[in-house]
């Protein structure tokens, strides 16, 4: 047993940390603070000793704009047109700012885990937040900064209904809603190349690659956890799915990305016949 100063539990403590940087309103702000505690976790500056309380946080910290909406209201993306591209550009930022508060999330959240459990999430926070910059960039290169276009609050939703229960945090967020990103990013990439917009392609081709490591930790956790419960992974992946999402279809998968992502041959085998 490790004994820490208490001064040091609470100025270098990763999950009172974890919390400061999943409140932070401002995504300059956020960036700068998720970086410097990956670096500071990774350079063993940080205790995880659990705190007495742990909050629940219905609403992240995220800037005023963009407003959000149904998700039937958000603008139209496509391929097409600049317009449309921008769209859809701005779409993919606000899933990379909600990723970062989800990374920060599964690190604050769930405070009996092993050690590798944190170094996982907190590189997740940071790798977000990198995505999230490199999408910024490529928004304001066409003179528009996020928050201009309306968004939906989806995948925060899911943090909520998800918050008592590492394992079907582990199972919904990064195994179905990232692992949906896995999906549709390579037909995204072609159609993307086919209109020219080489700029926003080779930002998605890093988000890809690192978003196949961010499924993978999901699954890895995922499948610990139902270990230690001795449940059947894969049954209680459907059972999760059904109990969360009712009436969710999936589909088409990106089969072999999923694969390279810590879903087996059996498990995409029950996903496409169950959903
Ligand atoms: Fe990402």
């Not at 100063?5 to 999943?22: G, H, K, Q, R, S």
């Not at 139209?76 to 989800?102: C, Q, V, Y």
């Not at 907190?122 to 528009?144: I, P």
């Not at 270990?227 to 799915?241: G, H, M, P, Y």
Request: hydrophobic fraction near 45%; charged fraction near 20%.
């Amino acid at each position: 047993m490790i004994n820490y100063d208490p001064v040091d539990i609470a100025t270098n403590n990763l999950f009172e940390m974890a919390l400061d940087c999943l409140l932070l309103n401002d995504p300059q702000q956020k960036i700068t603070a998720t970086l410097s505690l990956h670096k500071s976790h990774l350079a063993g500056e940080l205790n995880i000793q659990p705190l007495a309380e742990v909050r629940q946080v219905t609403v992240p910290g995220r800037p005023a704009k963009p407003a959000l909406v149904d998700p039937r209201e958000v603008p139209r993306r496509g391929f097409s047109s600049l317009k449309a591209r921008l769209a859809l550009a701005h779409a993919i930022t606000h899933i990379e700012f909600n990723a970062i508060n989800l990374a920060l999330d599964a690190v604050y959240r769930f405070q009996h885990m092993p050690a590798q459990y944190y170094t996982d999430w907190c590189r997740v926070a940071a790798e977000e937040a990198q995505h999230f910059t490199m999408l910024s960039d490529y928004l304001e290169s066409h003179g528009l900064s996020y928050g201009e276009q309306a968004a939906h609050n989806g995948l925060w939703e899911m943090a909520v209904k998800t918050d008592s229960d590492v394992m079907a945090r582990m199972a919904l967020v990064p195994r179905v809603l990232e692992a949906r990103g896995l999906d549709v990013t390579p037909t995204m990439i072609k159609k993307l190349q086919a209109s020219g917009e080489t700029g926003l392609v080779s930002v998605l081709q890093v988000i890809f690659d690192e978003e196949v490591g961010h499924v993978k930790i999901g699954s890895y956790w995922y499948k610990i956890l139902c270990k230690e419960r001795n449940l059947d992974s894969q049954k209680t992946f459907i059972a999760l799915i059904e109990k969360y999402m009712q009436g969710a279809k999936f589909g088409p998968f990106e089969t072999a990305a999923r694969l390279q992502a810590g879903f087996t041959n059996e498990e995409m085998q029950s996903l496409l016949s169950h959903f």
